[in-house]
């Protein structure tokens, strides 16, 4: 009779844990990061009246005979299921979406603690605490690289109030683009500048003496290629007065003759500007000159008054019989020095323009100082191989007083850029510059140009399209203040500074436990490790397991205030039900007292 009585008790003292339990759900159903707990029931030890028998002959089995001696809870089990993520606006408020805890500390980084609720902020010496002063783990930027090493021992996080930032000299300028190779361009350019690799020498006067520009890859004033093939050409005559003599200029790349009384042979806009000179110097008088000028125009002159009139006439070139075609464009831009210059003409006749396909891109680069310069290239076509590909031409200049060369002039510096015919990259030079200021600011500054890598396609391109720049990015800057403080999904405080830069000036380090229901519950939403938790696993969110972090968001209680109502009314019908047992128990004690009556 006195079994009953106890173990009515046990049950009145276990739905009272639970009802504990329970309650203390309750009361942290707004509690950040909380997670339920759960009351495990267990029976105790069983009286046995009779032990279990096997069955032996004709009779069989029989079954132990045990009686319950009333009920415990021998556990609770804290639930880590996922809490609801609530939006915040608070850029310092963290939550988990997933397994992992956050690391704070108590006492500079000796001992850690555990946490899910991530309502951080800065104290006023830059310390980044939770709610109870405990600083948070994880990883800080490291001054010699300017990374944050995820690979090294978390420490204290600390960003500094009234951090700056110093400027950073340039030292990588990143191009994409595309450099048109089709037979029709938008960009172009029938300006000629001084070149130190011969592309135009210019006399002085504005009229250049030399161009080297390979006509095959010129254009007309609209924009359309020549495409001048070999053999193709014009015929030119020079009349001074006294003979006519008239010769077809073609084009050859490989045979060049410029000799008087002959017809002759070109490649480059120089080469046809020479034979034209040498013919009409003979035909028509020594003080006859055809130049080219900065517009990329031929230009013939007739200054001498005691000379000839010279009649200038140009027509088609075409031979059937070994299947070279009339150049249609090419002789249409010729045709315009079709006119008579009088003796002593202070006038002079002009082609159409020969334009080149150009393009060009900018971009501000730092010196040591900070100070800004703006760093040009200038691309134009040069030259075309039908088996290689094409060059062009690169020019790289900085506004003066800053010099990236030793030969004038020194903010000047000329390379070129060759193409596969595939379009991608097959070389470019120069690799580098070296960039002085001459300003105060450190001199020599080298700055290399990354414009893609041999053969591929991840840099400057030359395809049939429009000259475009797709990407141009370098990495200097100038020093600024942090005006704002942001956290990314792997927990990188990136700070924005007021020279519109921002950099990742710590990481936040989060732990994964093997048993996470292992861990001891201390208050004020921090955990401890338990010989049964394991050891922390400490690395970066969204890593080996461990979930992501959702900036301006805290995870909110698990709590399931429905599930935990009715868990309260089943506790309280079990707590009912066992004290019933005890006063049953006790009405048959008083039966049973009542015999001796």
């Known amino acids: 009779m006195l079994k009953s009585l106890f173990a009515g008790v046990s049950g009145l003292q276990s739905h009272q844990v639970a009802m504990d339990v329970e309650s203390n759900n309750i009361a942290n159903v707004n509690t950040t990061g909380y997670k339920y707990s759960r009351a495990n029931f267990s029976d105790l030890l069983a009286q046995t009246k009779s032990i279990a028998t096997a069955p032996q002959?004709?009779?069989?089995?029989?079954?132990?005979?045990?009686?319950?001696?009333?009920?415990?809870?021998?556990?609770?089990?804290?639930?880590?299921?996922?809490?609801?993520?609530?939006?915040?606006?608070?850029?310092?408020?963290?939550?988990?979406?997933?397994?992992?805890?956050?690391?704070?500390?108590?006492?500079?980084?000796?001992?850690?603690?555990?946490?899910?609720?991530?309502?951080?902020?800065?104290?006023?010496?830059?310390?980044?605490?939770?709610?109870?002063?405990?600083?948070?783990?994880?990883?800080?930027?490291?001054?010699?690289?300017?990374?944050?090493?995820?690979?090294?021992?978390?420490?204290?996080?600390?960003?500094?109030?009234?951090?700056?930032?110093?400027?950073q000299p340039t030292k990588e300028v990143v191009l994409k683009a595309n450099l048109n190779s089709g037979p029709r361009v938008e960009s172009f350019s029938s300006s000629f500048t001084v070149s130190d690799t011969g592309v135009i020498a210019d006399d002085g006067s504005g009229n250049s003496t030399e161009a080297s520009d390979d006509l095959g890859v010129l254009f007309n004033e609209n924009g359309e290629a020549f495409s001048l093939q070999e053999h193709q050409g014009v015929n030119i005559s020079f009349d001074g007065g006294t003979n006519t003599y008239s010769y077809t200029y073609t084009s050859d790349p490989n045979n060049v003759v410029t000799t008087a009384g002959a017809d002759k042979v070109f490649h480059t806009m120089a080469d046809l500007r020479e034979a034209m000179d040498n013919q009409a110097s003979n035909d028509a008088g020594t003080n006859v000159s055809v130049t080219v000028n900065k517009q990329g125009k031929f230009e013939i002159a007739n200054p001498d008054a005691t000379g000839n009139a010279l009649n200038i006439e140009v027509s088609a070139y075409s031979d059937a019989a070994n299947n070279v075609s009339e150049n249609t464009k090419f002789t249409t831009n010729m045709q315009a020095l079709n006119a008579t210059l009088p003796a002593g003409s202070t006038g002079k006749v002009l082609s159409q323009g020969f334009e080149a396909a150009t393009h060009s891109s900018s971009i501000d680069i730092f010196d040591s100082l900070g100070s800004k310069h703006t760093l040009r290239m200038e691309f134009r076509k040069t030259a075309l191989d039908t088996s290689t590909g094409s060059t062009w031409d690169m020019k790289i200049s900085v506004p003066e007083p800053a010099t990236i060369s030793t030969v004038a002039p020194t903010n000047e510096k000329r390379g070129s850029i060759r193409f596969n015919n595939d379009g991608s990259l097959a070389t470019y030079n120069p690799p580098n510059v070296s960039f002085s200021a001459n300003n105060g600011s450190s001199a020599d500054q080298q700055v290399n140009l990354s414009l893609g890598s041999a053969n591929e396609f991840d840099g400057m391109t030359s395809f049939d399209s429009r000259s475009?720049?797709?990407?141009?990015?370098?990495?200097?800057?100038?020093?600024?203040?942090?005006?704002?403080?942001?956290?990314?999904?792997?927990?990188?405080?990136?700070?924005?500074?007021?020279?519109?830069?921002?950099?990742?000036?710590?990481?936040?380090?989060?732990?994964?436990?093997?048993?996470?229901?292992?861990?001891?519950?201390?208050?004020?939403?921090?955990?401890?490790?338990?010989?049964?938790?394991?050891?922390?696993?400490?690395?970066?969110?969204?890593?080996?397991?461990?979930?992501?972090?959702q900036s301006s968001a805290l995870e909110g209680s698990n709590v399931d205030l429905s599930q935990s109502l009715t868990q309260l009314i089943v506790i309280q019908r079990g707590y009912q039900a066992n004290g019933k047992t005890i006063t049953t128990s006790d009405q048959l004690l008083e039966t049973l007292i009542g015999l001796k009556r």
Do not use: C, H
């Open 468 to 549: 475009t720049t797709s990407g141009i990015s370098q990495d200097g800057f100038t020093g600024g203040d942090l005006v704002g403080i942001r956290i990314d999904q792997s927990g990188t405080l990136v700070g924005s500074f007021s020279n519109g830069r921002s950099f990742g000036l710590a990481q936040i380090g989060m732990a994964k436990f093997t048993n996470n229901e292992g861990l001891e519950t201390e208050g004020g939403n921090v955990y401890n490790q338990t010989a049964n938790s394991g050891d922390p696993i400490i690395g970066t969110a969204a890593s080996a397991g461990r979930g992501f972090i």
């Open 57 to 167: 002959g004709q009779l069989g089995g029989k079954n132990p005979v045990q009686v319950g001696l009333g009920t415990s809870v021998n556990s609770t089990t804290r639930i880590f299921s996922q809490g609801s993520i609530q939006n915040t606006d608070k850029n310092t408020d963290v939550a988990i979406q997933g397994d992992g805890f956050f690391i704070v500390s108590p006492d500079g980084g000796n001992t850690y603690k555990y946490t899910r609720a991530g309502d951080f902020k800065f104290d006023a010496n830059g310390n980044f605490v939770d709610n109870n002063g405990f600083i948070v783990q994880g990883w800080l930027k490291d001054k010699e690289t300017g990374k944050v090493d995820s690979t090294a021992p978390i420490k204290n996080i600390n960003i500094a109030p009234g951090l700056t930032t110093p400027a």
